[in-house]
Structures are given as C-alpha cells and as structure tokens.
C-alpha cells in the first residue's frame, strides 16, 4: 500500500499495512471501539476527578514552607560577627529565617566542650558503685532549670557543690554508659529562640533501654516549659525508645507537638515513629554539612535541592545550615543572604514564608474514594479489554475500528462496578489493581501512539491523553494522606516498567509488526545482532529499574541538564520522556514510512513504551502536587517531541546519506 507522509514530504512503499483507508471506521448500526473508548475515558476522567477532590483541597491549604537554622550555627555565626544569639536571630528573622533547631548535648559533646555543663567520674554516695558527677556553674542564667531538668534525668537531688553557687547533680550511672545518651537539653538555643519569637525545632537524643522513662520525663518537662516547640524528631544513628517508638508517640500526641518527617532517614526506628505519630507529620528535608563535602554539592545546587524537595516533594520545613566560608568577610551576613534568597525563591514558586503544621492533622482523614476505585477498575478493563482484541483480531483488522457488542459493554459496566466495589473495599485488591492498572495503561498508551505511522501527531496526542487519563486514575485511588505522606509507597512503579515491554513485543509479533512472529524467532538460530541488541535491552531495563529508586547515582552532566531545565521550566520533565520515549516515537514513524531498519524498529517501539511508563509513573509520586505533575507532562511532551523532530531531521539529512555513501564505498 503507498503511503504519504505530507508533513515530512516523503511518499514510499511499505509492505505491511497500518491504516487503510478503505476499511470502515465505524459501523452503521452499532458504535465502534473507538467511540467506546472516549465515552470510557470521558467516565474514568470524572470519577477520577471527584476522588481527587480531597487531595487537590489538601494540596491548595498545604502551602507554608519554613526555613530553620541550628542553634549551634547560629551561636558560632554571632559570636563570629559580635552580636549575641538574639540579635543574629532578628536579622535572620527578618530575612526569612522561620524556626530554629536546639536540641540536647550527649556524653560525647560535653567530654568535648560544648554545653554549660562539666561531667566527670565520682563514686555514688550509698553503695560506692562508679557513678558520674554533673557540675552546673552557677553563673549560668538557666541555672536553676539546668539543675531540675539534671534532677528529672538522673532521679537524684541536686546539691550544692562550692561556694561559688556551682550545683551539683551525681548520675548513679559510670560515665563511660553515658557517652551516646542525651543527657541535657541546649537551654541557651531554646532561649534565644523563644526571645527572638521563633517556632522551635527539637531533637530528642537517644538513651539506653534503662534511661528512657527519664529521658522521656525530660523531653515532656521541655515541651511544658517552652510552648514555642512545634517539632519534635529524634536525632543520632538510633530514635529514643527504638524499638518500641510508642512511648515517645503517645507523649507527642498528648502535647499536640508534630514529629519531622525526615526525607531518605536511615535512623533506626524513623519510619516506626512516623507511622506511630499519624496523622502529627510534617517532612522536613536537611543535608549534612558531610554529605555536602562526599558528593561535592556546591551552595547553588544545594538551594536548588531545597527548592525542589518542598515544590516537588511537598517538604514544609527546609533545615538550612552555613557552608563553609572562610573567604567571606562576615559568614553571617553571607548566611542571611542566603536565607533571603531561598525564601524569594520559594516566595516565587506560590508557597508562602511561615510555620507550616502537620498537612493533615487539622482535617478529616479520608480513605479511598468510591468513585477513584470505579475509575481504575475501569481503566484496567478497558485497557485489558483492547489488548486481547488486539492479540485475537486477524492482523488485517484495527480492533480499535471494530464495532463493539452490546453484550461486551454490558459484561464491560458489570465488571466494572464488581471490581470498583472489591477495590474501594479491600486493601489488597485496591493494590493489586493500581499495579496492573499503570502496567496496562502505559501498554495501551504506547500502542495507541505508535498504531499510526502516517498520522504521528495524532497518535502521539492520542496516546499522551489516554496515558494522562490513565495516570489520573490510579493517582485518584492512592491520593489518601498515607500514600501523600509516603507512609506507604506504590507497589507497581518497578512493574510499569518490566511488564509493558514484553506484552508490547508480544503484542508486535503476533501482529507481525515485527517482521517474525514469536514462534518463527524461536525456531531458528540467533543472529549475533540479536543477542546484542537483547543483552543491550537487558543492560539498559537493568539501568533503568536500578535508578528508579536511587537518585544519587546520575552522571554529573545529566544533573546539569536536569539543573538547566528545571531553572526554566520550572517543573522539569523527565529524561526517560524527553530522551528516549517521544524522540523514539517519532523516529519509529519516520522508519516506517521510509522503509529503514525493518528489525531494528522494535528497539524504537520499546524505547516509546519506555517514555509512556514514565508518564504513568509520574502520576505515582503522590507527595507531588497533582497540578506539578501535568505541568511536568506538558513540558515532557512538547520538549520530547521538539528533540523527536531534530532527531528526525538529523537522520534525514545526515545519518541516511552519510549510510549510503558507506555502503556505496563498501560495494
């Protein structure tokens, strides 16, 4: 059949045909597949519309971000610039500045210096067993404090020690016990915090298993005496109370203080803690001063990172601390102006300078949604329903032109009302239908883009939509504050990924766009092209599926590129979109109706499947605000399709040539 491709000026032969146009497209009497498809996705798109009601609500009141600063920083930076605490804290305030961080010194740190404290070894007054002796100076402001709180800790009776008005408090516990525990709280960081009108930041030291109803005494006398607390998360390698993070839980709930969601925490009992303390959750995103130093993160990509985990991540509190500035004249005017400068660049993305609170602690919290499962259910058979007509139609018929059965689309409502029902009732189901659901989307979604060669623009729209559609879906059944707040995360993004290559290369042998069916590949000996091409496909999936999860493994010039495009764009699309799934699209179309490469096309098929997973997938990210996400698909589209063109272009008008002169020499 001859073929025209008007919008690139070509006109050749293929001898397999896609379209023709003398087959009807719809039937007279009774609507086709294609007509039941749109009303199909007209009625995933409303259901899904009104089970995302609640989380687009969520999303439009969740818009307060807070920068803090640690005490202990601050502290250094004032002493530097000569100017107490409070008045480094009212200059930072006024730049932005919305909390500050104290929290308590161990053994370790007041062996080491710091704290108002001195530790040192004695024997205990009663039995003579070693003990440790805590010396508060009584010139400290917060002395008398110090001392109850010590008194709290230890369960003894402060005395006093010299004459000078020094307190002393005996810990009936060796000193070498006490090295990793929290032993008393940074009262001078907790004042200058309340002085300066800041909400407070507080890190709960660990202790060992028989100091925790103590330290758990301490941690609620802290709460009582400074109301300015609104946050509370463990610090060190090990929570407080792990493995039983209930104490700590229930003592939070009972004062109404919030725990810090901690992005990528690899503490021991984090995760246990935060389920304990929903719906009390605030994230919260930090980056080490070593970890700054061990991936070579400069100040721009740091303000960058912090910028994307509370527009992308929906990250409410953003923990910034100094670099190191040994050039800079004064390190905390240089401090100030970052903090100025991060809190415009937030200010710019829609989000607002203030104390945020846990995003769904003052509001009802809502299940999945009736409509959302109906949805995906629907989604699912549809999609399930096209692609077996499609593995049964004989291959000179487009199942999506056939007329549709009245009985299918009975059987088709039937089971979509049975499986919605199954879905918005049983956890498991609901799983195991949003896995196959994405799967089974980016497999229709990716067949619909590339069913018509002749038409590239239109079958790319076609399928950009029904994968939105599709992804819009599975985000309405899992946009419950569990799954936003990544208490639970989604279990098919690894099988959108796996499955729809394979039933897509299924899928073209039986077909025969390949030019082999499945069992005439088996029945003959292997090509040494073909087993290159299968370890190149193995190679790259595991690829792939390896950094689906692990963002810090990415060549330097891929994070630029990243870094590049999210300075302009804003949302920045993703790579497996604009690099490998639209550009192979339009390159697969291209081949076609030039007549190029008729056994390598199916690498171009499976790289566009590849793209339209990472469409549906984006759409799982359900901590990322529903309307960043459309922006980012837009911007994947028309960007990817830009590439596409020039890669078209480039192929046409360079690699084509320059291939045949090779050949011409060769002969």
């Keep these: 059949m001859k073929l025209s491709f008007s919008g690139w000026g070509l006109s050749l032969s293929e001898d397999r045909p896609f379209i023709s146009e003398d087959r009807p497209f719809i039937s007279e009497d009774r609507p086709s597949m294609r007509a039941f498809a749109i009303f199909v996705s007209m009625a995933v798109l409303l259901c899904a519309g009104i089970g995302l009601i609640p989380r687009l609500r969520a999303e439009k009141e969740n818009r307060s971000v807070a920068i803090v600063a640690d005490c202990r920083d601050i502290a250094t930076l004032a ?133 925790l109803q103590r330290s758990l005494a301490v941690t609620k006398s802290i709460l009582s005496d400074y109301p300015g607390i609104s946050l509370v998360a463990p610090s060190g390698e090990i929570a407080l109370g792990y493995p039983d993070l209930e104490p700590l839980a229930s003592l939070l709930r009972e004062r109404g203080v919030p725990a810090a969601m901690i992005e990528f925490s690899r503490q021991l009992g984090a995760s246990a803690l935060n389920r304990l303390s929903f719906p009390g959750l605030v994230p919260l995103h930090s980056v080490t001063n070593e970890e700054l130093l061990a991936r070579n993160i400069d100040r721009v990509a740091l303000h960058e990172r912090l910028v994307r985990a509370a527009v992308e991540r929906s990250v409410r509190v953003l923990l910034l601390r100094p670099g190191v500035s040994g050039n800079v004249e004064s390190p905390l005017e240089a401090f100030a102006g970052e903090i100025e400068n991060l809190a415009s660049a937030l200010k710019a993305r ?34 399930l329903m096209h692609f077996l007509k499609r593995m049964t139609a004989p291959i ?93 995360t989604f279990s098919g993004v690894k099988l959108t990924l796996m499955l729809p290559p394979v039933l897509v290369a299924l899928h073209d042998m039986r077909r025969r766009i390949h030019p082999e069916s499945l069992s005439s590949l088996l029945s003959r000996p292997p090509l040494f092209g073909e087993l290159a091409l299968v370890l190149f496909l193995v190679a790259l999936m595991g690829v792939i599926l390896f950094r689906s999860d692990n963002v810090q493994f990415i060549p330097g010039i891929e994070a630029k590129i990243r870094h590049a495009l999210e300075r302009v764009l804003v949302a920045r699309p993703r790579n497996r979109e604009v690099f490998i799934g639209y550009p192979s699209l339009l390159l697969y179309a291209f081949a076609v109706r030039t007549g190029l490469w008729p056994r390598g096309r199916e690498l171009l098929r499976l790289g566009t499947t590849t793209g339209f997973a990472s469409v549906v997938n984006s759409f799982c990210h359900y901590h990322t605000p529903l309307l960043f996400i459309l922006l980012r698909e837009f911007h994947g589209l028309w960007t990817g399709a830009l590439l596409g063109v020039v890669a078209v272009f480039a192929v046409r008008t360079v690699v084509r040539p320059a291939w045949r002169r090779l050949r011409f020499i060769a002969e």
């Excluded at 308590?104 to 003579?128: A, H, K, Q």
């Excluded at 809502?366 to 058979?381: G, I, K, P």
Aim: proline share 7%; charged share 15%; glycine share 12%.
């Design 79 to 211: 002493q530097g610039a000569g100017l107490s605490t409070v008045e480094a804290l009212g200059l930072l305030k006024e730049k932005g500045l919305g909390g500050l961080m104290a929290g308590e010194f161990s053994g370790e740190d007041i062996l080491s210096g710091l704290g108002p404290v001195e530790m040192r070894p004695t024997t205990s007054r009663s039995g003579g067993s070693q003990a440790t002796l805590f010396s508060v100076p009584g010139g400290f402001p917060h002395a008398a404090r110090l001392a109850r709180l010590l008194s709290v800790r230890t369960g003894t009776v402060p005395f006093v020690l010299s004459s000078s008005g020094d307190i002393g408090v005996v810990y009936p516990a060796p000193m070498d016990a006490l090295r990793k525990s929290g032993l008393i709280p940074d009262l001078d960081g907790l004042n200058a915090g309340a002085e300066a009108g800041l909400p407070m930041f507080y890190r709960v030291a660990p202790a060992q298993t028989w100091q």
């Design 350 to 383: 829609g989000l607002r300078a203030e104390w945020p609170g846990a995003p769904f602690a003052d509001r009802p919290v809502w299940d999945r949604s009736v409509f959302a499962a109906l949805a995906c259910s629907m989604t699912l058979l549809f999609s």
């Design 396 to 488: 000179e018929r487009i199942p999506l032109n056939e007329p549709i059965r009245r009985t299918e689309a009975v059987v088709f409502v039937v089971l979509s009302c049975l499986a919605g029902v199954a879905v918005w009732k049983v956890g498991a189901v609901a799983r195991l239908i949003g896995a196959l659901t994405a799967a089974f989307v980016v497999v229709e979604a990716a067949l619909l883009a590339m069913d018509d060669p002749a038409r590239p623009w239109r079958s790319l729209a076609t399928g950009f939509l029904f994968a939105i559609v599709g992804g819009l879906s599975v985000a309405a059944l899992f946009s419950d504050p569990v799954y936003m707040l990544r208490l639970r």
